[in-house]
């Protein structure tokens, strides 16, 4: 069993930054990927990034590749969003969640609260 819990979020200018952690416990965290997925208002949950479960292997959307940058700390049992050049568009409720490499959200089996993150123009 994991348990996820997301932090970070929050009001931000469009050009900022912010760093969103995915905290997890239990034992077998470290043997899973982990993805990001985000959801706006009135849309459907779309895919962000993911990150293999040694972090050597990562994959972004289009719509996020070279603003923003995932990575993990097993040790820690943490994994890491960082978001740059944030934009109006990426306003959404953020999670995470554990399971196999996907890009698909019905892939993974366990889900964060999710984190408010709130772009202004």
């Known amino acids: 069993q994991v348990q996820l819990v997301e932090s970070g979020g929050g009001l931000v200018q469009a050009g900022g930054s912010l760093r969103l952690s995915c905290a997890a416990s239990g034992r077998t965290f470290g043997s899973y990927a982990v993805g990001w997925f985000r959801q706006a208002p009135g849309k459907e949950r779309e895919f962000v990034t993911t990150?293999?479960?040694?972090?050597?292997?990562?994959y972004y959307a289009d719509s996020v590749k070279d603003r923003f940058t995932i990575w993990r700390d097993n040790a820690k049992n943490t994994v890491f969003l960082q978001m740059n050049s944030l934009k109006p568009e990426d306003t959404a409720v953020y999670y995470c969640?554990?399971?196999?490499?996907?890009?698909?959200?019905?892939?993974?089996?366990?889900w964060g609260q999710g984190t408010q993150v709130t772009v202004s123009s």
């Open positions: 969640a554990a399971g196999p490499w996907s890009t698909s959200a019905t892939s993974y089996r366990y």
């Open positions: 990150i293999n479960w040694s972090g050597g292997s990562t």
